[in-house]
């Protein structure tokens, strides 16, 4: 397998100065004016950890349509036809989304892995059985390389933001390293809180690469922890989801990919454990 290295460190290279707090990039946070101006009021040192801890939410969505542009608008079905049987992050990164998935997943959940491709990064069927996992993604050949998928739907959710499913089927929603390509993301969270079963859980991974051509704007304007940020506040507008939380899943910091991790279960109680 090769190792594709897309665009990596983009949030590092063009990271805010950490002060006594820490604001918004400017693309994010300029034209905002008053209380609506989010900040993450984080101090010198913090942490992916306390991203989440306290935030400051706006209080009303404080995104704009342009934050959700991106460099290359021709249709995502192009750029995505091509077959790429490759990991998008390094193996490090890779092992640590599979341990965070064995450590937060319980056997026989029904799991929903969106903008997925030829791997789902979840533990083997021998580690955990799962009653059901379904991919939703762009690509047919890569889906159906999946060996851990027992079916698949292929959409884009960019240009259809409704997941074809019902309410409350899933236990668990995964997505690894894509929910910076998604230019609906209040649509699809809200679509994601709708599938997930009550006390359910979404869980984002995130790193520091990306085709930066189809990332969206905001997220080439802002560092790691405004990302966390950013993906925190999709959860919380949506509504429904208990409090977000993130955490930092970096298998070496500095020698490796970054991984976090930001997941929030659907508000209701579970039935069980999950």
């Known amino acids: 397998l090769t190792l594709n290295l897309g665009m990596r460190g983009l949030g590092a290279r063009r990271a805010l100065a950490l002060g006594s707090t820490l604001g918004l990039a400017a693309g994010f946070a300029a034209t905002r004016a008053g209380n609506r101006t989010g900040r993450l009021g984080l101090r010198m040192g913090a942490t992916v950890a306390d991203v989440l801890r306290a935030p400051q939410w706006p209080e009303t969505w404080p995104f704009k349509e342009a934050d959700f542009q991106r460099g290359d608008e021709t249709p995502d079905n192009l750029f995505y036809a091509p077959e790429r049987l490759v990991y998008h992050i390094d193996e490090g990164a890779v092992a640590a989304v599979t341990k965070h998935y064995a450590e937060t997943i ?7 892995d969106i903008c ?8 083997p069927a021998e580690e955990l059985p799962l009653k059901r ?4 993604g762009m690509n047919k050949d890569e889906l159906s390389k999946n060996p851990r998928l027992d079916s698949y739907v292929v959409r884009d959710l960019n240009v259809e933001p409704k997941l074809p499913f019902g309410d409350a089927e899933f236990d668990v929603v995964t997505c690894v390293v894509s929910v910076d390509y998604l230019n609906k993301p209040l649509e699809i969270f809200r679509e994601i809180q709708r599938v997930l079963k009550p006390g359910g859980r979404a869980i984002m991974s995130i790193s520091n690469r990306c085709f930066p051509t189809k990332a969206i704007r905001i997220w080439l304007q802002t ?7 950013i993906v925190g506040s999709y959860f919380h507008y949506a509504g429904g989801f208990n409090k977000p939380e993130s955490i930092d899943r970096s298998p070496n910091p500095g020698y490796s990919d970054p991984l976090f991790v930001i997941q929030a279960t659907k508000e209701g109680d579970a039935g069980g454990e999950l």
Not at 106 to 112: F, I, N, T, W
Not at 133 to 136: D, R
Not at 223 to 229: A, G, K, R, S
């Open 116 to 123: 997925s491709s030829w791997v789902s990064h979840l533990p």
């Open 133 to 136: 996992v379904v991919g939703l």
């Open 106 to 112: 319980k056997p026989d959940s029904e799991v929903l």
């Open 223 to 229: 560092n790691d922890l405004e990302h966390v940020f």
